[in-house]
Nanobody, 125 residues
Framework: QVQLVESGGGLVQAGGSLRLSCAASGRTFSSYAMGWFRQAPGKEREFVARITRSGMITYYADSVKGRFTISRDNAKNTSYLQMNSLKPDDTAVYYC??????????????????WGQGTQVTVSS
């Protein structure tokens, strides 16, 4: 099991940027693929991005491709989500999650073993 804590959320105007961080503790961080998900009010939790254990390969939802960048620093036990050109539709609670089974993670929330508490991102128009 790995414990995850997100930070970096906040209020930003449309077109702005935010960088989310996900600090991990517990088991060996490099043993986990990492994913970022988000959940807006009244909607299901949706996949945003994922990154392999080594950090060499990344995957994105079509809605954020070209605007968001997922990364990780295994020496610092931290994953990041850089969000640029933010839109009001990006408003949601953002969660990081760890997958200890699949090398590349998954787009499905139920495949992830451990979750952070979430951080609110609000984009004003």
């Amino acid at each position: 099991q790995v414990q995850l804590v997100e930070s970096g959320g906040g209020l930003v105007q449309a077109g702005g940027s935010l960088r989310l961080s996900c600090a991990a503790s517990g088991r060996t961080f490099s043993s986990y693929a990492m994913g970022w998900f988000r959940q807006a009010p009244g909607k299901e939790r949706e996949f945003v991005a994922r990154i392999t254990r080594s950090g060499m390969i990344t995957y994105y939802a079509d809605s954020v491709k070209g605007r968001f960048t997922i990364s990780r620093d295994n020496a610092k036990n931290t994953s990041y989500l850089q969000m640029n050109s933010l839109k009001p539709d990006d408003t949601a609670v953002y969660y990081c999650a760890a997958d200890g089974t699949r090398v590349a993670g998954s787009v499905y929330p139920y495949d992830y073993n451990d979750w952070g508490q979430g951080t609110q991102v609000t984009v004003s128009s």
